[in-house]
């Protein structure tokens, strides 16, 4: 049921100059970034605008922040990934690296390290930003399509074609354990504990790895099979984006949201059950992208017909987001919960504010639909 005392509340509307590919909130403080399709790359710093990049007609796809928010990374066409310093007066550049002329459109900071990882064809470089020198080069079998850090920075994953390479990062020679597909892994997602990893598959699934159970990788032949990466099935497309309820019981009872045509379709595991599934399908466009609060089961599910839904324990909607008129593009939580931004097709880039009394409304669960 839509609530008629909205939980967030337009606070910013503002634009840039064309298509939003992505935006991200620093881990401190109150500092957003945004790209655009233009090659623009805007700073708001308290919502006050610093321009780091002007529009040049090559497209800016990815942005990242370091885990101390000290620095701010973003690439996109032509293998050009660059690198501004934030904890001065004024953001500055500080490097520029041109790793040959791939796309690059993954980059992922180290959670606790100054490491800045990201793709180049069939490649994954590493960079200490801090002391402006290779970490590893991870060379693989086929073009790069995602890559992760877990949680507590102790490894990297990275999929290319039908395998997911996991190194360990006290040792780059090789990957210590690789987890197979059916079919090509492109998308990875860490659990925000690290007790799973998901990947969302070419042939519609999605594999599961309990990262207890990572050793049965070794040994799949003799392993009992439920120690062994679950597989969920039944999408109808494509699944595009994948999410984990960052909740207290989440190594137990994990929640995953998944992006697939006009539905998001949400899984739980529930012990001694296996994992079950209901359908969230009240968009009119394609989801393009699902977000949950942090510390929270409220969800966020974003179209590229006009609206982003919020999900009252992703089970119930409970508001309806609007304000991009030829739809949105990406969208971001800030890490306290307290603002949601999103992009919009057009340019559009609007931050919406949690109400006053809304967390306490969060955290009364409608009734469950299992």
Not at 47 to 74: C, H, M, N, P, R
Not at 164 to 186: D, G, K, L
Not at 272 to 291: C, I
């Amino acid at each position: 049921m839509i609530s008629l005392k909205p939980l967030l509340d337009l606070t910013i509307d503002r634009s840039l100059s064309e298509y939003i590919t992505a935006l991200v909130w620093a881990s401190v403080g109150n500092t957003l970034a945004i790209a655009s399709a233009a090659g623009e790359v805007v700073l708001w710093q308290d919502f006050q605008e610093t321009i780091l990049k002007e529009a040049s007609g090559t497209s800016v796809d990815v942005l990242g922040f370091s885990g101390d928010g000290q620095w701010l990374a973003a690439a996109g066409q032509k293998g050009k990934v660059t690198v501004w310093r934030l904890s001065s007066h004024s953001p500055e550049p500080v490097n520029t690296w041109i790793w040959g002329s791939a796309w690059i459109d993954r980059l992922q900071w180290h959670p606790h390290q100054p490491w800045l990882a990201c793709n180049c064809g069939k490649a994954v470089h590493i960079w200490d930003v801090d002391l402006d020198k290779t970490v590893a080069t991870l060379e693989l079998p086929a073009t790069v399509q995602d890559l992760g850090w877990s949680p507590d920075g102790h490894h990297l994953a990275v999929s290319a074609r039908q395998r997911v390479h996991i190194w360990e990062t006290s040792r780059w020679r090789s990957p210590q354990h690789e987890w197979e597909m059916m079919a090509a892994s492109q998308n990875l997602q860490w659990s925000t504990d690290g007790a799973y990893l998901a990947s969302a598959n070419q042939d519609n699934s999605v594999g599961v790895l309990t990262w207890d159970n990572v050793p049965a990788l070794k040994h799949e032949s003799t392993t009992n099979s439920a120690d062994l990466p679950a597989l969920l099935r039944g999408f109808p497309g494509k699944v595009r984006q994948l999410a984990w309820a960052d909740i207290s019981d989440s190594n137990r009872s994990p929640i995953l949201a998944t992006a697939t045509r006009d539905l998001v379709a949400m899984w739980i595991l529930i012990p001694d059950e296996g994992w079950q599934s209901w359908l969230l399908d009240l968009h009119q466009g394609t989801v393009l992208d699902v977000a949950f609060q942090p510390q929270t089961c409220l969800l966020a599910s974003l179209s590229d017909r006009g609206w982003i839904l919020l999900w009252q324990a992703a089970v119930e909607p409970v508001q309806i987001l609007e304000g991009a008129t030829e739809g949105f593009s990406c969208m971001a939580w800030h890490p306290t919960g307290e603002y949601l931004a999103a992009g919009g097709q057009r340019g559009e880039v609007l931050v919406w504010t949690l109400g006053p009394d809304a967390r306490e409304r969060i955290l009364q669960q409608p009734q469950a639909l299992l």
